[in-house]
């Protein structure tokens, strides 16, 4: 959600923590701040709105040092304000802070009671005063935090400097993100690995109660009772440039763009033609424990829960085995049944969902096998699974979903593969028809790609409209729950996903001549449900938007725009009826004068409840 930077060694901290928020920005953004050590005290320096506002503030004014933090700011408690942004200072503390205090009214008592002043409203200013109460006392900077954590309830990644120890950034975390980097005399601290690639490649990921002494000669990390733990350093692979835009207007217009690559690439060194199978070496269960599986469980959220949506239908049709889809947010509130053998399956671009994470802990403490598709390596629910997939997408910058999902259905197409072959529903034969099919998949998103200006010709007819019905059957049915996702979260059009036979069970009431209707129509077995669906529609005078296969005529002749998509099998038809919808969503956004790469009110990753 918030982004944090810290860095330690012996350049200017400013330019470098400035270049490090900039690439976090995209995970918060209603204020940033900057501290500095500078000679004997640490200067702080906020500001409300984007990083730009942050920058101008520090235009022209004297800020040098050698050791700072700096943040990224998405209101949790508090208003966006100065005074609620990041870095809070505690007298000669100072920190930054991701994540949610719970048990911060009762710590604010206390420490009011001991003399403290706040000046925010934030539950982080408690966090700064409590580590600045045991500095106090004599504590070092470092042993301060750990008794500080043992005070505090709830999720937190944090980053602290001290007057008193100028060459030292403590950081700890306790269910938020945070990593550690290091490179010839610097080291650097932040909630996401993008924030220090400019820098260096070498890398550590916090566990779960970590506390890291980071300076410029060294990293001393201990666990909250101060005992020493070792992490693994790993070397990132992923390039920095391939962050930037390349020339795209917008992150989501160069993620939509990436898909053939992404989908690809998710696919790559993964399955045997000769074999019919899948390969998927870190899947983290042998034949027989797959074989062996009860249930199949998919939980995930927001657009990562439409693509276990899809993964139902697939997997159901592809393994014959009972899927139960749920949002993350709702399964971990209900005890849920859950056993042994089942096989657990969480979705997640960012691998930081607070929700999905619990949800995989609970299910892992019920003893099922949890397998995790993943995006973001090293991410803690890639490290917490016992097996993953990884969709080799790259960073998602944009707010907006987009290759992540696609790379989330290619990794379910494989997975159900393997499944399907080691359960034996599927045959070798059957196998290989199967991977004959999922490679053409990039070169068709390529030719959907090529006719971008028919969307946004569509767009030009319809941006001007309030409210949107999508509808979808069967696997077509997520995706149309997808496609209203992607146009409400960026053009702010209320928009809603209905699965089309239930329409003529509510939803009919709303239909007007204002309510344009997106209607997917695949040729499968429900095409002729779906024309009946669309006449339905047309009946009641709602303008409509087929997405059909090519070389269908008669939705094309009735519905009043038309875009087609390449012919394929049935179960592989979401992917190439997702990306139309990408770009409708776009291009309705951009003629709106939305900010789709950073839309209102959302974060890229939700790493608090
Ligand atoms: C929508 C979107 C969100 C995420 C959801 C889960 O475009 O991006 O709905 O899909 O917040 O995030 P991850 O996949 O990181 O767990």
Known sequence: MCGIVGYVGDKDAVPILLGGLKRLEYRGYDSAGVAVHQGERIEVRRSVGKLMKLEQALLGKELHGHIGIGHTRWATHGKPSEQ????????????????????????????????????????????????????????????????????????????????????????????????????????????????????????????????????????????????????????????????????????????????????????????????????????????????????????????????????????????????????????????????????????????????????????????????????????????????????????????ASTKAFTGQLTALYMLALHLGRVRGVLSKADGKAWLERLVTLPTLVKRILAREAEVVAIAKRFYKKRNFLYLGRGINYPIALEGALKLKEISYIHAEGYAAGEMKHGPIALIDRDMPVVVLAPRDRLYEKTVSNLMEVKARRAPVIALVAEGERELGMTADAVFTVPDTHPLLSPILFAIPLQLLAYHVAILRGADVDQPRNLAKSVTVE
């Open 84 to 399: 609620n942004a990041h870095p809070h200072r505690s007298e000669g503390c100072v920190l930054v802070h991701n994540g949610i205090i719970e048990n911060y009214v009762p710590l604010r008592q206390q420490l009011e009671r001991d003399g403290y002043k706040f000046e925010s409203e934030t539950d982080t200013e408690v966090v700064a005063h409590l580590i600045n109460k045991f500095v106090k006392k004599g504590m070092r900077l470092g042993e301060a935090v750990r008794a500080a954590t043992k005070e505090i309830r709830g999720s937190y990644a944090i980053a602290v400097i001290s007057e008193r120890e100028p060459d030292t950034i403590v950081a700890a975390r306790s269910g938020c993100p945070l990593v550690v980097g290091k490179s010839e005399g610097a080291a650097f601290v932040a909630s996401d690995v993008m924030a220090m690639l400019d820098h260096t490649r070498d890398v550590l990921y916090l566990e779960e109660g970590d506390v890291a002494e980071v300076g410029p000669s060294g990293i001393m990390l201990t666990d909250c009772e101060g005992r020493a733990v070792s992490r693994q350093t790993m070397k990132v692979t992923w390039d920095a440039a391939a962050a930037e835009k390349s020339g795209f207007p917008h992150f989501m217009l160069k993620e939509i763009y990436e898909q053939p690559q992404t989908i690809l690439d998710t696919m790559r060194g993964r399955y045997s033609f000769e074999e019919g199978e899948a390969d998927l070496p870190d899947i983290g269960l042998t034949n027989e424990q797959f074989a062996a599986v009860g249930r199949i469980w998919i939980v995930a959220c927001g657009t990562s829960w439409h693509a276990g949506l899809v993964g139902k239908y697939l997997l159901e049709e592809m393994v014959r085995t009972p899927v139960q889809v749920d949002i993350a947010s709702e399964f971990r509130y209900r005890n849920p049944l859950v056993e042994k053998n089942d096989l657990f399956i969480t979705i997640s671009q960012s691998g930081e969902t607070a929700d999905t994470l619990a949800a995989a802990r609970e299910a892992k403490q019920k003893g099922a096998r949890v397998v995790s598709i993943v995006n973001v390596v090293g991410s803690t629910l890639a490290r917490e699974s016992d097996g993953i997939l990884y969709t080799h997408c790259g960073p998602e910058i944009g707010v």
